[in-house]
């Protein structure tokens, strides 16, 4: 059974940071295209950042320069650094594997962790 929990969310000041984490189990983290989602309420669910089984990494525009996805497969997390934070960075984060070659998809079951970035 598959199972990712995303946690390190936070209430931050704007400016700030914070470093998310998500651990996954019951598949070999060096075979998943990590991908790390945000949903603010009322808004479309969005793709924030991307990590291939080879460490390439792509971003969304707007975040772009402030934040920073990454893995240690020998401890199968993913992390996303996520500095100068913005009031509509504020969002619940969740992270996602998609299986290199068959594209198979595993998510989290839960709401993923809130960040609210407010003053």
């Known amino acids: 059974q598959v199972q990712l929990v995303e946690s390190g969310g936070g209430l931050v000041q704007p400016g700030g940071s914070l470093r998310l984490s998500c651990v996954i189990s019951?598949?070999?983290?060096?075979?998943?295209?990590m991908d790390w989602y945000r949903q603010a309420p009322g808004k479309q669910r969005e793709l924030v950042a991307v990590?291939?089984?080879?460490?390439?990494?792509n971003y969304a525009d707007s975040v772009k320069g402030r934040f920073t996805i990454s893995r240690d497969n020998a401890k199968n997390t993913v992390y996303l650094q996520m500095n100068s934070l913005k009031s509509e960075d504020t969002a619940a984060y969740s992270c996602n594997c998609v299986v290199a070659g068959t594209g198979a998809r595993f998510g989290s079951w839960g709401p993923g962790t809130q960040v609210t970035v407010s003053s």
């Open positions: 019951g598949i070999r983290l060096n075979i998943c295209t």
């Open positions: 990590i291939t089984p080879y460490g390439s990494p």
